[in-house]
């Protein structure tokens, strides 16, 4: 059995997904795109060198999925936040209690 490096599984997904080769920059889905836009979320988790920034239709909140295995979500209203926490504590995903390296400051709502 011969091993694929990660680039090359990259590689394979995104060209399957129908994203050029090397391409770099933005792209837009429609809703009805849904499994085509977790499958770029899975090819870029995949580089894990690499950011990655969604940007939902209605620009009221940004996404990174960063490098450091860390999801940051900004929103432009404290309570839209709190809804995004809500939202992520209903399906079981909470805030972290400390920061996940000696890279990052101690954010104000962390306790």
């Known amino acids: 059995m ?3 490096e990660p680039d090359h ?5 995104t060209h399957a ?3 050029p080769s090397g391409w770099k920059g933005a792209i837009e889905f ?8 977790i499958a770029v979320l899975v090819c870029c988790w995949l580089e894990i060198t690499k950011d990655f920034y969604v940007l939902p239709r209605n620009g009221k909140s940004l996404i990174q999925f960063s490098h450091h295995d860390v999801v940051h979500i900004s929103c432009p209203t404290a ?3 709190n809804a995004v926490v ?3 504590s209903v399906a079981k995903y ?7 390296d000696w890279t ?4 104000a709502w962390m306790k």
């Open 79 to 81: 309570d839209e936040m």
């Open 2 to 4: 011969k091993v694929i």
């Open 104 to 107: 990052f400051k101690r954010p």
């Open 30 to 37: 429609d809703p009805s795109e849904r499994s085509r836009t």
């Open 94 to 100: 909470e805030l972290p209690t400390a920061p996940p």
């Open 86 to 88: 809500a939202a992520m």
């Open 9 to 13: 599984t990259v590689a394979f997904l």
């Open 17 to 19: 997904i129908g994203i």
